[in-house]
């Protein structure tokens, strides 16, 4: 009577065994193909500057410094290459996945939710978002796993039967601070968190879990102090950094943001809204997504799970109108922790075991739609090089050949992406915005016979990045 149910639960164990298998070897695909990019370049340079002098650059930057610390750990042991950097951001990508396992199986319980589960991860080892961003140096690929981490753990502390000790809350502080510290839109997801916490607690009555978790956000305020008064002794450089060219583009149109940030969700490439196919596709999987959640909502079964699923995606993703607001010309990058948010909705409703005909081929028809634009995301990414990463290798190759050891090159401020992929002979300095007339004096000190000097930018126009807003 045994053996079904071993060989069930066998069946399980390897399915989710060559979805892992799966995703780990679609992250490691070509993953020192492209070459560093500008702000890759800056990681990797605070990689190898000692912890104070990273602390410092980041006090006058908008992004705080655990993510170059970790990295600058991870490149001690491994080497700076461009591989092994890449490689830190893979393990995140990858982990993901169980993030994403767990979190279903709590939110949706153990048998009802492994189906579901297992819907998940497929959808995130595919999801052209978490596989771009887990071959960039950057900390993008470590935040979809803490607000799941985050949103699962309160879903657990708030429910009536649940009776937490004290490394539970520890346990949440401490995801709290590490995610205030690699990134500060962990600021909406920890806003939520807490509103949701409060509410339940007050409506409830439970003052001792009430009391523990107001302990908890007094401790990851006083362990966050560090961070925010440097931030507040240096808010006037933090300030200009976050509006740097705000006054110069026009506000994002709501439609084509709301296009922006949805064609992101499922391409995980900012460019590809200007494609026709994946406006086509990306609109088809937005109405076959609607229209099952709304018969999901009608559903008594389904529909507190389905309401709660497109809350703790829908809110805190509707931080990017914030961000736009204060950065018009930003990347939807910064709103990609919360994108995966959208992966739960999608597995629960693809999951559901349907008697209704009509539900089954919408079902049926949003998986495809989701299955075909994640394809062609990836498509894009590995195989057309109008999506590949700024050629500073190409640059390199050029200059390599280009410039004698008598010349000299000089980059834009923090372009260190050149530096590492450069290794010609002649120097690069980077003379800074303020300090050109400085460097021009020093050019003749470089050498005895100076013959040349190469410049670098970035490509210049009268509009954005994304080729819509316009500036004066």
């Not at 912890?51 to 700076?80: E, K, Q, S």
């Not at 297992?118 to 803490?146: C, D, F, K, N």
Request: net charge positive.
């Amino acid at each position: 009577m045994n053996k079904p149910s071993v060989t069930h639960h066998a069946s399980r164990i390897t399915a989710v065994l060559v979805i892992l298998l799966a995703a780990f070897a679609l992250r490691i695909y070509l993953l020192d193909a492209q070459s560093i990019w500008w702000d890759e370049g800056i990681s990797l340079n605070l990689a190898r500057s000692p912890m104070l002098a990273i602390f410092a650059d980041r006090v006058r930057n908008i992004h705080p410094p655990l993510y170059f610390g970790l990295l600058r750990g991870w490149t001690g042991l491994t080497g700076l290459n461009i591989f092994s950097a890449r490689y830190l951001s893979v393990l995140a990508s990858w982990l993901q996945l169980a993030v994403m396992f767990a979190f279903m199986r709590l939110w949706l319980g153990r048998e009802r939710g492994w189906r579901m589960a297992v819907i998940a991860m497929l959808l995130v080892a595919i999801s052209p978002l978490s596989v771009i961003y887990g071959q960039e140096t950057r900390v993008y690929a470590m935040l979809p796993s803490v607000y799941l981490g985050l949103l699962g753990l309160t879903f657990w502390l708030v429910r009536p039967s649940a009776a937490p000790r004290w490394y539970h809350w520890v346990l949440l502080g401490l995801g709290e601070w590490i995610g205030l510290h690699l990134h500060y839109l962990t600021l909406f997801v920890v806003a939520f968190i807490n509103i949701w916490a409060a509410l339940v607690y007050w409506r409830g009555r439970r003052w001792g879990c009430l009391r523990d978790w107001l302990l908890v956000q007094a401790g990851v305020g006083l362990a966050s102090l560090p961070w925010f008064t440097a931030v507040l002794i240096n808010l006037t450089a933090v300030t200009n950094e976050a509006n740097a060219g705000a006054l110069l583009t026009d506000p994002v149109p709501l439609d084509f943001l709301l296009s922006q940030v949805w064609v992101f969700h499922l391409t995980g490439l900012a460019g590809s809204l200007a494609v026709p196919l994946v406006r086509w596709l990306a609109g088809a999987t937005a109405v076959f997504l609607l229209a099952l959640w709304l018969w999901a909502v009608k559903d008594k079964g389904m529909r507190r799970t389905a309401v709660w699923l497109a809350l703790v995606w829908l809110v805190p993703v509707s931080s990017a109108l914030f961000v736009w607001s204060v950065r018009s010309f930003s990347h939807p990058r910064y709103i990609s922790m919360y994108a995966i948010g959208l992966i739960p909705l999608a597995a629960f409703l693809l999951g559901a075991r349907y008697t209704n005909l009509a539900r089954k081929l919408l079902a049926g028809l949003l998986a495809l739609g989701l299955t075909a634009i994640s394809l062609l995301g990836l498509w894009y990414y590995f195989v057309d090089p109008a999506f590949a990463k700024d050629d500073m290798r190409g640059v390199a190759r050029y200059l390599e050949t280009a410039a004698s050891p008598d010349d000299l090159i000089i980059a834009p401020d923090a372009g260190w992406a050149l530096e590492f992929e450069y290794s010609g002979d002649a120097p690069i300095t980077q003379p800074g915005f303020g300090d050109g007339e400085a460097v021009w004096t020093a050019v003749p000190n470089w050498t005895d016979q100076p013959r040349r000097v190469f410049t670098l930018a970035p490509a210049t126009g009268d509009r954005d990045w994304q080729g819509f807003l316009p500036f004066v």
